[in-house]
Each structure stands twice: as structure tokens, then as C-alpha cells.
């Protein structure tokens, strides 16, 4: 079975200040791994994912996580936050190997931009 | 380009009356369907999930009931609300990557 944990329920933070979003999963196969963004009142959007190849991937918006699969982490950052990324962050996991018609998602991660 | 739809977007409906919400997915063949509840300030819990016309798995048992009558709809059902059903309704679409596709929500208050 596979989990994902996002140990952060609330993250405040200033406008134009960095800002990282954790995730861990634990999984006994190989994964893929997702970020997803919801605004209010509004369905999950994806943001990006990671299925192969570079452990470094990014968005169109700034934003950029980085697989690591040795402390199995999916982190997600942005340099310089707006207050347009006001939103909650859900990080997702499926697996590569048994069938990956379900997603396992964290609790959420809520990001307040504080002007 | 793959659109999701579902309707109604809100509904208020009294305790121990009947539910039906509908999702219906544009411009892709034999997706992955799935039904999300999200309660208040809560993370994602999976329902249903379609991997094909008339082919439903249930995650979580309770007093909702799903249907896929057609290759790109997928329908939520209950005879009887329960308070605790209130909740923000997700309908998603996959090709089966992992990756999922969510429509906008139906946001549901059971009174």
C-alpha cells in the first residue's frame, strides 16, 4: 500500500518570499508523482508531475519539484510566491508497477500569500 | 482538447431525500472515471472509480451508489441522504498514466 504525507496542513508566507511545499510518500514500487493546486470553490488542477527521466521538474507558473527517491520526498518550491498562489497544494502518488488507475493523495497543504 | 463537466455545481437537499449528480467527459475514448468527496477542510477521498462501461469498483462502503450508462458518463447516486453526505463532490478522467483530470465540483449540503 502506498501513502503520501504532507506535514504541512498551513504555510503563511509574504508576498515575493520563497516558499517549499513537503511531501513523503512511501511506496514499495516505483512511483509516479504529482502536485495538484485548488483554489477555492474550484476543482484539483494539475500542476506538474513526475513520471521519468529528469528528477527536476517544472511549471508554467514558477513553480518546481524535485524526485528524490532516496528519502522518497516530492518537494515543491517557488522562488518568489504571489498573492495569486493563494491556494491548497495536494502532492499524489500512483504506482508504476500494479496498476495506476488510482491516485493516493496527502491531506493538503493550505498556502497563504501574506501581502 | 478533453473537457469534464458536471452539474449541478450546488445543491441543497434535505436529510433522507435522493441524489443524483452527473459527470460527463468531452473529447477522449474509454477514460478512467472516478468520484471524489472532499469534506470541509479535509483531503480527497476516493468513492469510485469506472475503469469501464459498467465496470465499478466501491472504496468506501455507505449509501452512495455510481453508474457509467455511457463510455463517458459517470452518475452519482443515493436513495436516501444522510447529514454527513454534505460534502464538495470531484468527478475525474484518466488515460490511465496516474495522472487524473478533475471537473469543477459539486458543492452539496445536506439540511
Known amino acids: 500500500a502506498q501513502s503520501v504525507t504532507q506535514l504541512d496542513s498551513q504555510v503563511p508566507v509574504f508576498e515575493e518570499a520563497p516558499v517549499e511545499l513537503r511531501c513523503n510518500y512511501s511506496s514499495s514500487v516505483s512511483v509516479y508523482l504529482f502536485w495538484y493546486v485548488q483554489y477555492p470553490n474550484q476543482g484539483l488542477q494539475l500542476l506538474l508531475k513526475y513520471l521519468s527521466g529528469s528528477t527536476l521538474v517544472e511549471s508554467i507558473n514558477g513553480f518546481e519539484a524535485e524526485f528524490n527517491k532516496s528519502q522518497t520526498s516530492f518537494h515543491l518550491r517557488k522562488p518568489s510566491v504571489h498573492i495569486s498562489d493563494t491556494a491548497e497544494y495536494f502532492c499524489?502518488?500512483?504506482?508504476?508497477?500494479?496498476?495506476?488507475?488510482?491516485?493516493?493523495f496527502g491531506t493538503g497543504t493550505r498556502l497563504t500569500i501574506i501581502p | 482538447s478533453q473537457t469534464i463537466h458536471q452539474w449541478p455545481a450546488t445543491l441543497v437537499q434535505p436529510v433522507g431525500s435522493p441524489l443524483s449528480l452527473e459527470c460527463t467527459v468531452e473529447?477522449?475514448?474509454?477514460?478512467?472515471l472516478y468520484w471524489y468527496r472532499q469534506a470541509a477542510g479535509r483531503g480527497l477521498q476516493l468513492l469510485f472509480y469506472?475503469?469501464?462501461?459498467?465496470?465499478i469498483s466501491s472504496e468506501v462502503p455507505q449509501n452512495l451508489s455510481a453508474s457509467r450508462p455511457q463510455d463517458r458518463q459517470f452518475i452519482l447516486s443515493s436513495k436516501k441522504l444522510l447529514l454527513s453526505d454534505s460534502g464538495f463532490y470531484l468527478c475525474?478522467?484518466?488515460?490511465?498514466?496516474?495522472?487524473?483530470?478533475f471537473g469543477p465540483g459539486t458543492r452539496l449540503t445536506v439540511t
Open positions: 469506472s475503469v469501464g462501461i459498467g465496470q
Open positions: 499524489a502518488v500512483s504506482d508504476r508497477v500494479f496498476g495506476n488507475e488510482k491516485l493516493t
Open positions: 475525474a478522467w484518466s488515460l490511465g498514466l496516474g495522472e487524473q483530470y
Open positions: 473529447g477522449t475514448s474509454n477514460p478512467n
